[in-house]
């Protein structure tokens, strides 16, 4: 386990993790909103771990980052040009997407449902994160299900300690509101709303 704490290069620590992730690793990071637990959302061991390290109930699914719109390739399979929209005006930043996943995505992501959450960050060490492991991360919160979702890192290790491999601090995060979500396969739909208003949303596509 590695505390990447406040006497570590911010680039050096952010790589270490990138590293860990891609060896099936899950890393405590920051985002704009909470902390959250990362690992690559393409490897279904790493999947399995998180699950299990979250008590995570189940069919809930799990949404992931992404570094910008050219990543969502590999994970699925149309932007319609309502997520378009909402991607020029919200990311980065506390929106999540549902989009059509392809058909080959772990079903711990999609639970099923035939549709992805994804999201660019605002925080600099997460979509730092994200790049340099050149592959979507996931995001759920780093807290075992029923739990305060962390604003430090030090809330984080007090849940998992050494079961998580390295710890991103990022100081204090901002917490509530949490990111908002919408299904955006077909007529704009509101899963929860959170930092970016439903009439917020609303009022963006009505201008366009």
């Given at each position: 386990m590695l505390d990447c704490s406040n006497n570590v290069v911010a680039s050096e620590a952010i790589a270490h993790a990138a590293g860990l992730i891609a060896g099936g690793g899950v890393v405590v990071y920051p985002t704009e909103t909470v902390y959250g637990l990362g690992v690559d959302a393409s490897n279904?061991?790493?999947?399995?771990?998180?699950?299990?390290?979250?008590?995570?109930?189940?069919?809930?699914?799990?949404?992931?980052?992404?570094s910008d719109r050219h990543m969502l390739g590999d994970l699925v399979s149309e932007v319609p040009p309502l997520a378009s929209l909402l991607m020029r005006r919200f990311w980065p930043?506390?929106?999540?997407?549902v989009l059509r996943a392809h058909t080959g995505l772990s079903p711990l992501l999609t639970s099923d449902t035939g549709g992805l959450g994804v999201r660019v960050s605002s925080?600099?060490?997460?979509?730092?994160?994200?790049?340099?492991?050149?592959?979507?991360?996931?995001?759920p919160s780093a807290n075992p299900a029923g739990q305060r979702p962390p604003l430090h890192v030090d809330e984080a290790r007090a849940y998992?300690?050494?079961?998580v491999d390295c710890y991103l601090d990022?100081?204090?995060?901002?917490?509530?509101?949490?990111?908002?979500?919408?299904?955006a396969r077909g007529e704009l739909k509101v899963i929860r709303e959170g930092a970016i208003a439903h009439a917020t949303l609303l009022a963006v596509l009505q201008q366009s």
């Open positions: 279904a061991r790493a999947l399995d771990r998180l699950v299990t390290l979250k008590g995570r109930e189940p069919g809930k699914p799990i949404s992931v980052l992404v930043g506390p929106l999540t997407i925080h600099p060490m997460a979509t730092a994160l994200v790049e340099a492991v050149g592959r979507p991360v996931t995001t998992f300690g050494a079961r990022g100081g204090r995060v901002a917490g509530e509101p949490a990111s908002t979500v919408v299904d």
